[in-house]
């Protein structure tokens, strides 16, 4: 089992359509992360979750709805997107502590969406 | 202001020699943390190699290493002995501390990419 799967790997969705994106991690890690690549700009970080709490939330649009029903299990919902929410979605995992600086975070390999 | 910022959108290095990726960051916080980050096209980040703010030598992974000059505010990663798998995106990242002690996410630039030829 790799670090941090993520499925689907692609997906192509109407701007109507109701889809979910799935991310699981495999190392006892008690934060979780959804990031947003898009061609040309830094990774925008979506949304984190501590010890299964939404801790912060970047002024994410809300047809973006995150879900974590527990630690090893992260989900992104989506409905009625835009095309230029086309992009790479990652997510991650890391063991945060506190006053720790060292806990690098592990990457899924992403899904790509495409929204037409 | 952007946090980190890496100048070279892209760079091009021959098979088996030295390549330096630069990273600049910006923080007023004494403690904090650099990563570098590959990414292949298969779109996973790999860690490669990480920096903490209060550490005295620079920070070495077989052939990544990083040149940390604190003053400067720059982390640039040297990879020796370039090979052709090296060929990849680039991304330096900071983790701040938090308010409170807790520790902060990781803050990425936007990358740069690396081709190596053969």
């Known amino acids: 089992e790799t670090g941090v799967t993520q499925t689907p790997r692609h997906l192509v969705m109407g701007m109507t359509n109701k889809k979910s994106l799935k991310c699981e991690q495999h190392?006892?890690?008690?934060?979780m992360y959804w990031y947003k690549q898009s061609a040309k700009k830094p990774l925008e970080l979506m949304f984190v979750?501590?010890?299964?709490?939404?801790?912060e939330n970047n002024s994410v649009p809300s047809r973006f709805s995150p879900e974590c029903p527990n630690s090893s299990h992260l989900f992104l919902h989506l409905h009625t997107l835009q095309p230029e929410d086309s992009a790479l979605y990652l997510c991650?995992?890391?063991?945060?502590?506190?006053?720790?600086?060292?806990?690098?975070?592990?990457f899924g390999q992403g899904t790509r969406l495409t929204v037409v | 202001a952007q946090k980190i910022t890496q100048t070279q959108p892209g760079m091009f290095v021959q098979e088996k020699e030295a390549v330096t990726l630069d990273c600049t960051y910006d923080t007023s916080d004494p403690s904090y943390g650099l990563f570098w980050y590959k990414q292949p096209s298969s779109g996973e980040m790999i860690f490669l190699i990480y920096?903490?703010?209060?550490?005295?030598q620079n920070a070495t992974e077989g052939r990544y290493s990083l040149n940390f000059q604190k003053a400067r505010k720059s982390a640039n990663l040297v990879i020796s002995a370039s090979q052709l798998g090296d060929s990849a995106m680039y991304f330096c990242?900071?983790?701040?501390?938090?308010?409170?002690?807790?520790?902060?996410?990781?803050?990425f630039g936007k990358g740069t990419k690396l081709s190596v030829k053969p």
């Open positions: 979750y501590s010890l299964e709490e939404r801790v």
């Open positions: 920096q903490g703010s209060y550490d005295q």
């Open positions: 991650a995992s890391s063991q945060d502590q506190q006053g720790g600086m060292n806990t690098e975070a592990f």
């Open positions: 990242a900071m983790r701040e501390l938090n308010y409170g002690g807790s520790q902060g996410n990781l803050i």
């Open positions: 190392l006892g890690h008690n934060a």
